[in-house]
């Protein structure tokens, strides 16, 4: 049996941009970075980052238009696919990508728009919710 997974969380580098095929699929390429930090032998704070190219087809890739800019963060599943083509100069490259199946936005949707707690002099202004009560999911709030 053989795997071909690749899971990342990170942030868009860019705005996706999304295309059509001439039979009407939905295309989307975009780009991630990943940062790995760690210290050295000496104690100083070294920091990598990886830059991964993504694309992603048909609904996937409309949701992704529609929901992610650049600094997005993101959980993306996929597998990791290369492909070759010839340059105008007969030079044959090579680009890995990875092909998405499934993402997760990691943004907290609204965080800067409202704010539940109550302001220490106006204690009305919003209600109080229970520490164990669960919110509700309204269905119109997925994006999917």
């Given at each position: 049996?053989?795997?071909?997974?690749?899971t990342l969380i990170g942030r868009l580098t860019a705005d996706p941009e999304s295309r059509t095929t001439p039979n009407g699929q939905t295309v989307v390429s975009f780009s991630i970075a990943t940062n790995l930090v760690w210290k050295d032998a000496n104690g100083e704070k070294k920091e990598k980052t990886e830059f991964h190219n993504m694309v992603a087809w048909r609904k996937l890739a409309e949701i992704i238009t529609q929901y992610l800019k650049k600094g997005s963060r993101i959980y993306i599943e996929g597998r990791l696919q290369t492909r070759s083509w010839e340059d105008q100069n007969?030079?044959?490259?090579?680009?890995?990508?990875?092909?998405?199946d499934n993402m997760i936005m990691l943004d907290n949707k609204g965080a800067n728009v409202?704010?539940?707690?109550?302001?220490?002099?106006?204690?009305?202004?919003?209600?109080?919710?229970?520490?164990?009560?669960?919110e509700e999911i309204n269905i119109e709030d997925i994006p999917f």
């Amino acid at each position: 049996m053989d795997l071909n997974k690749a899971t990342l969380i990170g942030r868009l580098t860019a705005d996706p941009e999304s295309r059509t095929t001439p039979n009407g699929q939905t295309v989307v390429s975009f780009s991630i970075a990943t940062n790995l930090v760690w210290k050295d032998a000496n104690g100083e704070k070294k920091e990598k980052t990886e830059f991964h190219n993504m694309v992603a087809w048909r609904k996937l890739a409309e949701i992704i238009t529609q929901y992610l800019k650049k600094g997005s963060r993101i959980y993306i599943e996929g597998r990791l696919q290369t492909r070759s083509w010839e340059d105008q100069n007969g030079i044959k490259k090579y680009r890995t990508e990875i092909i998405a199946d499934n993402m997760i936005m990691l943004d907290n949707k609204g965080a800067n728009v409202e704010n539940k707690t109550p302001s220490p002099d106006n204690k009305d202004s919003a209600p109080q919710k229970d520490e164990n009560e669960e919110e509700e999911i309204n269905i119109e709030d997925i994006p999917f």
